[in-house]
């Protein structure tokens, strides 16, 4: 390394500006309820959250939302409107040991003093079950004012009994538009971006806006690092344009847990976009998977199941699709085995859709697990040879092959009750009416049985009054 090269642990030349303690995120966490951007759902004027933050008559709460969408801001501002102690642990660092000595002294606070205390924990998903129950006698009386905040589903990962004493609130990413006034608000505010003398083009705020997805936290943090590494121009100001901002947050990291909530919403939306027969929505978010590592054979086994369960017989050349695309995965391989999803995507996506084999399935098994357990019909039984059936009576078999149209009026369930209903979709109306012109021969043929019977029967009456 030269002598002149930039050493990164030497202190900074004379004149540079200092670097600031707090990042930019935490310099710019707004300390009223007026200051926080978005989440006007659950903070807008009339809401319940809002209504009782402001009658302070808050009860304990579980916050969940995506990251960078305020749940730490919204539980400090919280503590600083109501005028309540705060505490603060996390579920990754928390302790029973060290939780306990934080409540016994909320519960001492609040006997001797009055005072309430809201306790913050963040990641509060992480705690497992014998660390949320320590929580429940001091909910239950009312030491402490829990705020759990967690990006995973809290009916999934919090106990039941926590969750009876708390409600819970569902914060949203927050908008393009939202973080742009968050972006603004920093320029004109933070004194380290005021000292640099910082602006920024509108086209540069729109792109980090739209590439934080949401995430205050992260377009904060690019800003900052944009200001901070852009030199200032012949007047000494920082001027950041679009270039800049690109720079700064580079590659955009897909927010995207294999185990979370993100996996299961994600490949929800993939298949409900397939079932809704939008190829470009299943495409995104078959793209979106792929790139944040979802392992390609499970999105093809969702595939599969899908062409039996919303295409069906609408297009039977839906299952080999799926199937074909399966074998093409575990054969060919990432990344090129991407082609072949996307194919089989677009096909389903695109084919005529019905669940009337799949709903006929639900409505049968229905039936049998409700009790409806019918007798297999005589003539159908399996015995092993002539003989036996003979003996048992499982006689009258009649093979559908010898009759007009392979088909034979014949009872193979005692019960007429219909489970397949074919639609009039794809191929499936051809099926439909192929049902029905066999339905037609059996009509046929059960008129023409009926026929002989009473012309036999008027026959034997006959001989028996010539008799």
Request: with cysteine; net charge negative.
């Amino acid at each position: 390394m030269s002598e002149d090269a930039p050493d990164l642990f030497s202190p900074p030349p004379p004149g540079a500006p200092p670097l600031p303690v707090q990042p930019l995120a935490a310099r710019m966490r707004p300390r009223t309820l007026e200051d926080i951007a978005g989440q006007d759902h659950i903070l807008g004027a009339g809401k319940l959250l809002r209504r009782a933050i402001d009658a302070d008559r808050l009860t304990s709460i579980v916050l969940f939302g995506p990251p960078g969408c305020g749940k730490t801001t919204l539980a400090e501002v919280i503590a600083r409107t109501t005028r309540r102690a705060f505490e603060r642990t996390s579920g990754v660092l928390g302790s029973v040991p060290a939780m306990r000595k934080t409540l016994d002294a909320a519960r001492a606070r609040r006997a001797l003093s009055g005072r309430e205390t809201i306790l913050f924990i963040d990641e509060i998903h992480r705690f497992n079950r014998a660390q949320q129950d320590v929580l429940l006698p001091y909910l239950e009386e009312g030491a402490v004012t829990l705020i759990g905040a967690t990006t995973q589903n809290p009916f999934f990962f919090i106990n039941t009994p926590l969750l009876s004493r708390s409600q819970v609130f569902q914060l949203e990413p927050l908008s393009r538009e939202a973080v742009g006034t968050i972006l603004r608000r920093a320029l004109a505010k933070d004194a380290t971006l005021l000292r640099l003398r910082v602006s920024a083009d509108e086209d540069a705020l729109a792109f980090l806006a739209e590439a934080s997805e949401g995430d205050a936290r992260k377009a904060l943090g690019a800003l900052e690092i944009a200001a901070l590494s852009t030199p200032p121009g012949p007047d000494g100001a920082v001027r950041l344009d679009r270039a800049a901002a690109e720079e700064s947050i580079q590659r955009k990291v897909v927010r995207y847990d294999a185990e979370g909530d993100e996996h299961y919403d994600t490949i929800s939306a993939f298949i409900k976009s397939v079932r809704g027969s939008d190829p470009n929505a299943a495409l995104y978010w078959l793209a979106k998977m792929l790139h944040a590592g979802e392992d390609p054979r499970f999105v093809a086994r969702r595939l599969v199941i899908l062409a039996s369960e919303d295409v069906g017989n609408a297009d039977p050349r839906a299952i080999s699709v799926a199937v074909a695309a399966m074998q093409a995965v575990e054969f060919v391989g990432m990344p090129e085995a991407r082609i072949s999803l996307a194919q089989a995507t677009t096909y389903l996506a695109s084919a005529p859709k019905s669940n009337a084999a799949y709903m006929g399935l639900e409505e049968a098994a229905g039936d049998v697990r409700d009790g409806r357990v019918l007798p297999v019909p005589r003539p159908l039984r399996s015995t092993g040879s002539a003989r036996a059936a003979q003996a048992f009576g499982h006689v009258g078999y009649q093979y559908a092959h010898d009759f007009p149209g392979h088909v034979v009026d014949q009872e193979y369930v005692p019960t007429s009750k219909v489970y397949y209903r074919p639609t009039g979709e794809g191929y499936e109306k051809v099926i439909a009416e192929r049902l029905a012109h066999f339905d037609d021969l059996r009509a046929a043929q059960r008129a023409a049985r009926l026929a002989a019977e009473r012309q036999a029967a008027a026959e034997a009456g006959e001989e028996e009054q010539d008799g």
